[in-house]
């Protein structure tokens, strides 16, 4: 098994901590030991299956005597014992390590489940904790995760080693990641069975209401102080001698800190699949050791120094960053590589590769479930198996320096796909272009970036003449994203299903098959694999295109509103964008869309307009509507921000006024004025229009609220629709007088649970349901699609 045994191994043992969760209703009741004993049993089994070796002749093979000839080493030889099998030791070793992998996430679990903090919900508790990572700003206020040391209630105290999630309201604490804080609130044990599942896909068992929270002090570690003493200054640094955006950038690359990050650069880099560069990775770790070890080497300085030196830059490095997942194994990898290189026993880069992934999850299993770990793994494993022989091929038709570099990212692409595609169901068309274009700058970047920063500390002059040549490939780099955003070439898309991803790893073995042994696949199996591949990889946006009629789509983004509006003549229109920075942008390439005509900002609340800036960077947009009424927040900046930097239209339509868009005519019905001192000012400025077809029709409210809806009721603005988008998520803020005024034939909801409002209100669902019209909501029903069959009446479906 030499060369593959190790990643063998780690295949397999990730594979049991996969199918801890999927474990056969038979065996569920199993305790995790019962797994690791029975796979002790099997591993036990391989080692005394295993073949073994004839003992050599130390003197005939050191060369000192002749060895024996062929034909009496096959007479003296030991017969083959026919109990001991390399196929039988085989399947042993890979059935024993899945099992102990099986039972080391049962271990994980039950140590979540019977957690004191889990005990002790749903009491309010004080906790002492340090902040696992920096705050971040969310939908409903702030959220981070942190590692609690102690904690205190009514009636008693303890000392705790246990992580959990974090939320609250207010604004987030100006803390950094390794502060200390003390938190006042509430234990919650999560009943949504979603963010349930992603707590415990954490090793997290509860998390905690913030009623109070404050600053203690930094990190009780006094390394962990110095790396955030170092971080400041390095920080501080940066931001004086670069301009904002290359500051940002330089952050995210070398801190691993993305609050500065360019909201329009962040997003020009993610349309175009350089998201990846936005933060500190794995392969950040050797762009920094690299020259590391070179100055130790021009130094002189022997193996055990040069070890130590190593050693101390990568763990500085991974504390300094944040211990991100992509970062830890790449860490750990370069610790391996350094201890085989003082040993003298150098292994190969795969078989280092399975030992650090092997080591990871068994200190910490719930690392199997981090999307960005997965990434990681998969992009060096595609490197390591694929980057040679595509380098080869490539260097028949380019210098070799060339051919490494694209054939290390064509590598590194095809194995991080199928992860993309069932994680994000998406992939840009233009990413390998994209990559290939920017992977002669981000050394340079990064290394002039990270130089210009530490002689800055010693000498600012100097540090902002070496940043002036660190602008350059950084300027290069914003300048590929920004071409690249959006080229007209197409996303590749999927539903997600668990089949593509193993899909995907057949067609990645084969793939590496056919490079590295010559094997080919039957002709046949070729001809049915590029015949059925457009079908997986853009299976969703297959139907795109002019539908057959006016066709309305409610997206199922949670908590907000997001509709898309199709009609037979090719018109696109979007009504707000949800409340996640990703999620709409995600949908609209799920349904081929590839340009918005028009897009809606019905106001300026983040469950309608979180998820617009990513649709503007990703799509053309003819023209941008929104009622024009006075709006401070950050989010209403970040959004002009980038309709200034697309270059869009903008127009604030007021009542009375008609918007045409293509085959599509609009009526404006709301707002007449900008409201001051109603119940909720941007609320009540909602656009509200009215869509007709022919004599089909529908109403959107945006979150207009009884000051408005009673306008609309005194002016008789209001008439009789087929469907009605109901104002404010269904809360308790419509006038009873408004559904039958409407009287729709079917009433659609945007709402996403669990949300802190109460949405839908049980009293607004009853007068909504007193006009007789149909209830259909997201939460429930999933997305909604409405058409209008020819006798004009609506036919709604959720794909739930």
Known sequence: ???????????????????????????????????VVVGCVALAGAISTA???????????????????????????????????PAKALILLVVGVLLCGVGWAGLGALRAEHSLLRRLAPRTVTLLATLREDPEPSSFGWHALVDVSDVSWSGGAATVRETTWVSGNDAAPTAARGDQLRIDGTLQVPDEAGFSATLAHRGLAVSVRVIDVERVGGSPSPFVRMTQVV??????????IFPRREAGLLLGLVLGDASKLDPVTTRDFQTTGLGHLLVVSGENVAMVLAPVMAFAGALKIGPVGRFAMGIGVVVLFVVLTGAEPSVLRAGTMACLALLGILLGKPRTTGTILAAAVLALLILDPWLVHAIGFQLSVAATAGMVVLATPIAERLGRWMPSPVALAAGTTIAAQFGVTPLLLFHFHEVPGITMLANLAAFPAVSPALLLGIAASALGLVWL???NLVALVARIPMRYLEIVSSALAKAPVAWITSSGSPLLLIGGVAVFVAIAAWLRTGWRPPRKAMVAGFALAPVLVWQVALGAGPPGGLTVRMLDIGQGDSILITSPAGATVLIDGGPDDELDAQLLVSYGVKRLDAVVATHPHADHIAGLPQVLARFPVGVFLEPGCFDDTALQADLHEEIDAEGIPVRMPRAGDSVTVGDLTFDVLSPDRCWDGSHSDPNNDSLVLLLRDGPDSMLFTGDAEREAQQVLLDTGRLQEVDVLKMPHHAGDTSLPDFFPAVSPEAIVISVGQ???????????????????????????????????????????????
Request: net charge negative; aromatic share 10%; hydrophobic share 40%.
């Open 754 to 800: 669990p949300n802190p409002y109460g949405h839908p209100n049980p009293t607004a669902l009853a007068e909504a349901e007193s006009t007789g019209g149909e209830i259909w909501r997201t939460d429930e029903h999933g997305t909604l699609t409405i058409t209008w069959n020819a006798n004009g009446d609506p036919i709604i479906a959720g794909d739930h």
């Open 1 to 35: 098994m030499r060369g593959w045994g190790a990643p063998l191994v780690a295949s397999a043992f990730w594979a049991g901590l996969l199918l801890w969760d999927l474990r056969p209703a038979a065996a569920a009741a199993w305790p995790w030991w019962v797994w």
């Open 461 to 463: 002059p100097l540090g």
């Open 231 to 240: 971080r400041a200054f390095v920080g501080t640094t940066i931001e004086r």
């Open 51 to 85: 073949p073994g070796r004839r003992g050599e002749d130390p003197i005939g093979g050191s060369g000192l005597a002749d060895a024996d000839r062929p034909a009496v080493a096959a007479v003296t030889s030991a017969p083959a014992d026919p109990s001991r099998s």
